[in-house]
């Protein structure tokens, strides 16, 4: 089966860097994603990654490493609104449509 | 449509009920997926829909929840003789297929489901 780790819980102050770890374990492999979500509302795609490095999207950036089955999402300069769950994924390798996520980091940004 | 709909927002439900919950999806979008997420906890996969066909079914937590899809586009979650820990939000999401990889899913703001 597929599973991922991450975090439940990271805490940080505004204008810090701060970095969320996700570990997974799959038979396939299909790229990693990251998503955000603040309380209440709905899940965001934040980023993908299918090779090894890093991709930069402004202040997140997303790195992998494919033979570390290993991922992270970067947040700089780190605002209050970046307070949210932020949640890494994998496609099901067996049925290719299926999203599996993690059971998501609770970011707290303090003042 | 801007975004993927979900209605209702919020679902009172004695226990033993039947309940439906509807997804619009973002036009042309073919996949459809629905999600299920009890408070604090990660996005548990229920049922996912490639067109009308449900390729697969294997979240599903038993036989009361069933789900179709109609005309390429809404679809609607039930769930019959609702139970306490059928309680959660539930989340619909669409992509414009299935088969890539990149592809992301774009959520509505779910149903938040209780049963008393």
């Known amino acids: 089966g597929q599973s991922l780790e991450q975090p439940s819980e990271v805490t940080a102050v505004e204008g810090a860097i701060v970095q969320i770890n996700c570990t997974y374990q799959t038979s396939g492999f299909y790229g990693l994603s990251w998503y955000q979500q603040h309380d209440g509302g709905a899940p965001t795609f934040l980023s993908y990654?299918?090779?090894?490095g890093l991709e930069e999207t402004g202040r997140f950036s997303s790195f992998l490493s494919r033979s570390d089955s290993y991922g992270y999402l970067l947040l700089q300069e780190l605002q209050m609104k970046d307070s949210a769950s932020y949640f890494c994924?994998?496609?099901?390798?067996?049925?290719?449509?299926?999203?599996?996520f993690g059971q998501g980091t609770e970011l707290s940004v303090k003042p | 449509g801007a975004g993927v709909s979900q209605s209702p927002s919020n679902k009172v439900t004695e226990k033993g009920k039947d309940v439906e919950l509807r997804c619009d999806p973002i036009?042309?979008?073919?996949?459809l997926y629905w999600y299920r997420q009890s408070l604090g906890q990660g996005l548990e996969f229920l049922i996912y829909?490639?067109?009308?066909?449900?390729?697969?079914k294997s979240g599903l937590p038993s036989d009361r929840f069933s789900a179709e899809r109609t005309g390429g586009s809404v679809s609607t979650l039930t769930i019959q003789r609702t139970q306490q820990e059928d309680s959660a939000v539930y989340l619909c999401a669409s992509s414009t297929t299935d088969t890539a990889y990149n592809s992301p899913l774009h959520f509505g703001n779910g149903t938040r489901l209780t049963v008393t």
């Open positions: 990654n299918a090779l090894d």
């Open positions: 036009s042309g979008h073919t996949a």
């Open positions: 994924a994998v496609r099901d390798p067996n049925q290719g449509g299926k999203l599996i």
């Open positions: 829909f490639q067109g009308n066909s449900a390729p697969d």
